[in-house]
């Protein structure tokens, strides 16, 4: 289920990106971003339309993902 992210409160939006952004595997390569950054660059995504958050009703988890 897509959820869309204007519909959430920032406390829960913020807390969404940061759980996501500082999963193993989202690292980005030869530099260093700190969490605040990769937080800055998903909710650019969002804002942009690149990417949703999704909300798994099975496990109750969320997640992001693209939107195409």
Sequence with gaps: MLI????????????????????EGTEYGDVDYS???????LREQLASGDIVVSFDT???????????
Excluded: D, F, N
């Design 35 to 41: 969490l605040a950054e990769k937080v800055a660059m």
């Design 58 to 68: 099975q496990t109750e988890t969320c997640t992001l993902q693209p939107s195409r």
């Design 4 to 23: 869309p992210h204007e519909q959430l409160s920032a406390e829960t939006l913020t807390a969404i990106l940061e759980e996501y952004a500082s999963r």
